[in-house]
C-alpha cells in the first residue's frame, strides 16, 4: 500500500516539479524567477510542460529552463529534443521572404498583388450586408504586398475554399485565385483583421516572383543556411513521435486532458496531398527557433551570412497596419519593445533589438491560458537577462 502511495504521489511531483535550477558543467542553468513564475501554470494543469529559452545575440543561453512533461500519459519529461506545432509563428518566414525578394530588387512592399496574380483584379469589397443583400463594391484603391502582410487587405480570416476542403488540402496557387469568391470584409487599408488568408496569397507571391515553390524558397533560403534541420511543414514520423502533446485541465480541472492539432490535416508527413499553410503550419524545435531569433537580433545576419539587409529589418521592426496603429509589422507582432510571433498552442519567439535578448518558449496549450503563461515568461525574462 505504502508503495503505491509513495508511487503515485512522486508521480505526481514530476508532472508539477520543476527541473532543478543547477546545470551540469558547461550547460545553462535555470531561472529560479521562471520556474517560480510558470510552476503555477503546471500546478493548475494549465500547461503540462514548457521549455523557455533565454540567450543573447551572440548565441549564449543564459538560462534554460525545461518544466513537467511532454507526454502527461506515458510519464516523458519536456527536452528540447521534441517538436513543436509552432502555428502562426510561420507567418514570420512569409515576412522575411517577401523582404528577401525586396533586397533582391525582384518586388515592392507597395505593388498591387494583381501585379503577379492578375486574377485577383476580380476582388470586390463589401459595402452593406443584412440577412437578405450583401452590395459589392469595387476597391478604392490596389490591395498590396504590404496590406496582405499587416493584415489590413480586407481579406477574411480564411479562404472560401479553406473553409471547405480545409486549410491545407490545396496548392497555394488554388487558394490564392479563390479568394475572389469570398469578398473583402473593408478597404485595403482601412481595417486591420487578423487571420491566415493573407499570409498565402503572400506564399504565392513568393512563388511567382522567385519561381519555385514556397517551401522550397524557404528550404533553401532559411532552413537550410541557418541549420534548421526539424522545421518543417511535413514532420516524419519519427518527428510526430517527438512531438510535444497538447494539454490543458480536464473538466473537473484534477488533471490533464489531452487535445490534438484539428487545424491540420493528417497524416502530417503526407506531401501529397497536403500542401504549405504559409499562415500556420510549420512544425520546428526550440533549437530551430533559437537559430532564427539569432538571425533577427542580428539585424539579419547570422554566422557571417547575411540574409537581410538593414533596411529589411527595420521594416520588419516598425508597426506596418497604417492608420489602424495595431501593433503589427509585416508577419511579425510588436510587444514591448520586442519583435517576433507567437502561435495558437502558445509557441513563442521574442526579440529585443535593444538589448540583444532573444526568448524563446516552447509549449503545447489547449487550456487558453498559454498567452498569460507567455506574458509572464517574457516579463520576468526581460528581467533576469543581464544587462
Same mark, same amino acid.
Given at each position: ?73 506515458? @510519464?516523458? /519529461? ?9 502555428? $502562426?509563428? #510561420?507567418?514570420?518566414? =512569409? &515576412?522575411? %521572404? ?38 459589392? @463594391?469595387? /476597391? ?9 502582410? $499587416?493584415? #489590413?487587405?480586407?481579406? =477574411? &480570416?480564411? %479562404? ?228
Amino acid at each position: 500500500m505504502w508503495s503505491k502511495l509513495t508511487s503515485g504521489v512522486l508521480g505526481l511531483m514530476m508532472v508539477v516539479a520543476p527541473r532543478s535550477t543547477f546545470a551540469a558543467d558547461g550547460e545553462p542553468p535555470a531561472s529560479p524567477e521562471v520556474t517560480a513564475a510558470l510552476q503555477p501554470y503546471l500546478d493548475r494543469y494549465k500547461l503540462a510542460g514548457a521549455i523557455g529559452v533565454i540567450a543573447d545575440r551572440n548565441g549564449k543561453v543564459h538560462y534554460r529552463n525545461l518544466l513537467g512533461y511532454a507526454d502527461v500519459e506515458a @510519464k516523458k /519529461p519536456i527536452t528540447e529534443d521534441n517538436v513543436f506545432w509552432i502555428a $502562426s509563428m #510561420t507567418k514570420m518566414f =512569409a &515576412g522575411a %521572404s517577401v523582404m528577401m525578394l525586396v533586397d533582391e530588387g525582384k518586388l515592392s512592399l507597395d505593388d498591387p498583388v494583381t501585379k503577379y496574380i492578375p486574377q485577383l483584379s476580380k476582388w470586390m469589397v463589401v459595402e452593406e450586408r443584412d440577412e437578405s443583400h450583401i452590395l459589392l @463594391k469595387s /476597391p478604392t484603391r490596389p490591395v498590396t504586398i504590404r496590406h496582405l502582410l $499587416s493584415h #489590413t487587405s480586407g481579406l =477574411a &480570416g480564411t %479562404s472560401e475554399l479553406q473553409q471547405v476542403t480545409g486549410s491545407d488540402s490545396t496548392p497555394l496557387k488554388a487558394r490564392a485565385l479563390s479568394s475572389v469568391t469570398g469578398p473583402l470584409q473593408s478597404q485595403p487599408g482601412e481595417k486591420y483583421a487578423y487571420g491566415n488568408q493573407g499570409m498565402n496569397v503572400v506564399a504565392r507571391v513568393v512563388e511567382v516572383v522567385s519561381g519555385m515553390p514556397y517551401e522550397e524558397f524557404l528550404q533553401k533560403r532559411f532552413f537550410d543556411p541557418l541549420g534548421m534541420k526539424e522545421t518543417t511543414f511535413w514532420p516524419s514520423e519519427a518527428q510526430v513521435a517527438r512531438l510535444a502533446g497538447a494539454y490543458g485541465p480536464n473538466k473537473g480541472k484534477t488533471g490533464f486532458a489531452r487535445g490534438g492539432i484539428g487545424f491540420l490535416t493528417r497524416p502530417l508527413s503526407d506531401r501529397v496531398h497536403r500542401f504549405p499553410e504559409a499562415g500556420g503550419g510549420l512544425f520546428s524545435t526550440t533549437h530551430d527557433v533559437l537559430r532564427y531569433g539569432l538571425m533577427l537580433a542580428n539585424d539579419g545576419e547570422l554566422d557571417g551570412k547575411r540574409y537581410l539587409s538593414h533596411t529589411a529589418m527595420d521594416e520588419l521592426r516598425k508597426e506596418q497596419t497604417g492608420k489602424t496603429k495595431v501593433n503589427y509589422s509585416l508577419g511579425y507582432h510588436l510587444r514591448n519593445g520586442m519583435f517576433g510571433h507567437d502561435g495558437a498552442y502558445g509557441t513563442d519567439l521574442s526579440v529585443d533589438p535593444k538589448t540583444g535578448m532573444v526568448a524563446v518558449f516552447m509549449v503545447q496549450c489547449t487550456s487558453g491560458d498559454q498567452w498569460a503563461a507567455r506574458d509572464v515568461f517574457l516579463k520576468t525574462a526581460a528581467k533576469v537577462f543581464p544587462k
